[in-house]
């Protein structure tokens, strides 16, 4: 009996491995067969492209990360006639596709292709030049003089490069700041009147480490100070938020800071992943803040006299701005705005206005799901231009400089996701033509006039800085 009973009980075991098995083997998504279903049309039984481009070339126009690529694959890319295949199949069998396309690159010792020597344009051949090489994750640059440029690095460090040349050691004692998700060392910008008072700003976040929860909140915070012997100096806190609104997450900090004719400095504060907070102007995340250089406060910032209000604000309804930029004739303040999946924004902000952000959005949820049904609603303000899908809006400046004079007072806009810098032609508050001047040599954190007239690009992976100047 005892016997039989063992037996059975070793059967059983057998018939419950091979149904794992089994089971396991039929429902793993085959990512070859989908793709030649759904993918090789256009881009190739090959993966080398056809109708579309190729896949294993190293070069992705509209994002590299696995992430881009799934989110392309489920939403598509409407305006170059590539559908969405959310309905036709599921998330597993999507991610399947990008792996076999991953394992297919790994098989190719597909790499990266180095930056390109030269790009056309529709006005000018441009030389591209290394400015500044084995950066770690530059995020911002200015210039203090035409031979003298600051950039900076997220972990923390300010870099600079005098007569060309990146210098070994980086500036010592900068602030301390919070380095994880999408926090650490961002904006960095030289006082228009440098030459007279030796002023630097910096934007970063900043952690309340005396903090008693598990993982202590965060907030963005600016200073300003001198670089004296390559040491920062003088340092003077010109915004901090209250700590009570600080947040624990990590992600949306904003920041840019520019300066108007006037002498106003105006910086953004992301919603720091809490869109509802962007329609609160008791809080500070979500908005554009303007203050005097020396952080007091205007006597005409729209909400000083509102007993509930943060002081500073100057707009409300701003999901994550990273690109900030003074029109040179009119003084005015334009900015770029992060959307979530779809509706990245191009805003000329206005004292007091409301931009939208989560009551009324061009965007979904990075899942598909609707974030709101709503586009337009009173007292809200449109933008003068979205994209859709985004294109990761990162970096924002209008041109002004001698080598490039038919695009003086153009826009030049960073993209993180498709790689790029575009230029926009705006008359009045109309951008009339968009055209892509830059693309494919990495992610654009940052794009900057010279005082040179050269166009300076900061990029993420790789961590560089490149020139760009008429051939």
Request: proline share 5%.
């Amino acid at each position: 009996m005892k016997s039989f009973v063992q037996k059975t009980r070793r059967t059983t075991l057998i018939i419950s491995i091979l149904l794992i098995f089994f089971s396991e083997m039929y429902a793993q998504p085959n990512g070859p067969a989908l793709y030649q279903q759904y993918c090789a049309q256009c881009h190739g039984t090959d993966l080398n492209g056809g109708n579309a481009a190729s896949l294993i070339d190293g070069i992705w126009q509209f994002g590299s990360e696995n992430g881009y690529i799934t989110r392309n694959i489920k939403h598509g890319i409407p305006h170059l006639g590539m559908p969405s295949y959310e309905r036709s199949i599921s998330d597993e069998d999507i991610r399947s596709v990008v792996q076999y396309i991953r394992a297919a690159e790994e098989d190719k010792g597909v790499v990266k292709p180095p930056t390109p020597e030269m790009f056309e344009t529709m006005d000018y051949f441009m030389k591209v030049e290394t400015f500044a090489d084995n950066l770690e994750i530059p995020w911002a640059i200015d210039f203090i003089d035409k031979n003298t440029a600051l950039i900076t690095e997220r972990p923390g460090l300010l870099r600079i490069v005098k007569n060309g040349k990146l210098q070994s050691e980086a500036v010592k004692n900068t602030p301390k700041v919070l380095h994880e998700g999408q926090g650490g060392l961002m904006d960095v910008a030289v006082d228009p009147d440098y030459n007279r008072n030796g002023w630097i700003y910096l934007a970063y976040s900043h952690v309340l480490e005396n903090s008693q929860e598990t993982r202590p909140p965060a907030m963005t915070r600016i200073v300003r100070g001198k670089i004296e012997n390559n040491t920062w100096t003088n340092e003077q806190l010109l915004f901090e938020a209250p700590h009570e609104t600080y947040r624990t997450t990590r992600h949306h900090y904003g920041c840019r800071i520019v300066f108007d004719p006037w002498g106003y400095l105006y910086f953004a504060i992301g919603d720091r992943g809490a869109g509802y907070q962007a329609q609160d102007f008791t809080l500070p995340n979500g908005k554009v803040h303007r203050i005097h250089k020396d952080g007091s406060i205007p006597e005409g910032n729209p909400f000083l006299y509102d007993e509930s209000a943060m002081k500073s604000l100057f707009s409300l309804g701003n999901r994550n701005i990273q690109g900030m930029a003074i029109h040179p004739e009119t003084g005015q303040l334009w900015t770029t705005e992060h959307g979530p999946m779809g509706g990245d924004e191009l805003n000329l902000i206005e004292s007091g206005k409301n931009y939208g952000w989560e009551t009324i959005t061009y965007g979904k949820n990075y899942n598909g799901t609707i974030i709101t049904d709503q586009t337009h609603q009173a007292g809200m303000e449109q933008p003068n231009l979205y994209w859709k899908p985004s294109i990761a809006v990162c970096g924002l400046d209008f041109y002004s400089g001698d080598l490039f004079e038919k695009w003086n007072n153009r826009l030049l806009v960073g993209a993180l996701k498709y790689e790029e810098v575009r230029l926009l032609q705006i008359e009045e508050d109309r951008v009339v033509h968009e055209q892509v001047i830059f693309k494919g040599a990495g992610r654009v954190r940052d794009v900057s006039t010279g005082p040179d007239g050269a166009i300076y690009v900061v990029l993420n992976n790789p961590g560089k800085v490149v020139r760009l100047a008429p051939e």
